[in-house]
């Protein structure tokens, strides 16, 4: 390679370099707003079901908009490692699921006294002792009530997580982003390489 060849190729390289350079420094640029504006979306879906639930609105949907924006998009996930598990608890759902089941075991129980003093009266007659008619129906009402049934956890609790990858703009951008990287570490000591051995050749 000519004198003036080396030179010529030392331009291009030098050319090649700042232009990979703005290249990677806007990919970056771009790629982290990104992959900030995931976690941030997430957010106010969060907080948009959680207002929801507390209005008693459509707590399905705004769940499922959640859901499926988490599983489509890296650093989504709602929480932290350190924070309560799981990390999404709907307070409001919990409150209309216990007070339909309180509502529930109140209505089978205010009908048992009156089951109660039909079976006892079935059982002893008027003719027999009042008192043991008493204490029929308080051995039936013992045995037979209902009791408040524990509501279960995943109705009101969840816990989405979101891929470590996804073919997002943050995604994406990261894959754009390290190739530019290497391709500009490798114009760089291509570069050096070449200025080194110009040096030599002086």
């Known amino acids: ?10 331009m291009r390289l030098r050319i090649t370099i700042i232009v990979l350079l703005v290249a990677f420094t806007a990919s970056f640029g771009i790629t982290t707003h990104a992959y900030i504006d995931n976690s941030k979306k997430s957010k106010a879906l969060y907080d948009i079901l959680l207002a929801t639930d507390a209005a008693g609105g459509d707590v399905e949907q705004a769940l499922r ?4 924006y988490i599983y489509n998009h890296m650093n989504t996930t709602i929480g932290s490692p350190t924070g309560i598990r799981p990390p999404i608890q709907l307070k409001g759902t919990y ?8 509502a529930r ?7 048992l006294y009156a089951k109660a003093q039909i079976e006892c009266e079935r059982l002893i007659p008027k003719g027999l002792s009042g008192g043991g008619r008493v204490s029929c129906i308080t ?5 037979n009530t ?10 009101y609790k969840f816990d989405f997580v979101a891929p470590f990858w996804s073919a997002d703009t943050a995604g994406l951008g990261i894959v754009v982003t390290v190739l ?3 391709a500009l570490m490798y114009n760089i000591i291509s570069y050096r390489r070449l200025l080194f051995h110009a040096r030599i050749s002086s």
């Not at 390679?1 to 030392?10: D, L």
């Not at 908009?65 to 499926?68: A, F, I, K, S």
């Not at 409150?95 to 309180?102: G, N, T, V, Y």
């Not at 075991?105 to 009908?111: E, F, G, L």
């Open 146 to 155: 209902t009791k408040e049934k524990k509501i279960p956890e995943s109705l």
């Open 1 to 10: 390679m000519s004198k003036k060849q080396h030179t010529s190729h030392i």
């Open 180 to 182: 530019l990287g290497i």
């Open 105 to 111: 075991v109140k209505q089978v129980n205010d009908d």
């Open 139 to 143: 051995e039936y009402v013992s045995s």
């Open 95 to 102: 409150d209309r699921l216990l007070a339909a089941e309180q």
């Open 65 to 68: 908009d959640l859901r499926t």
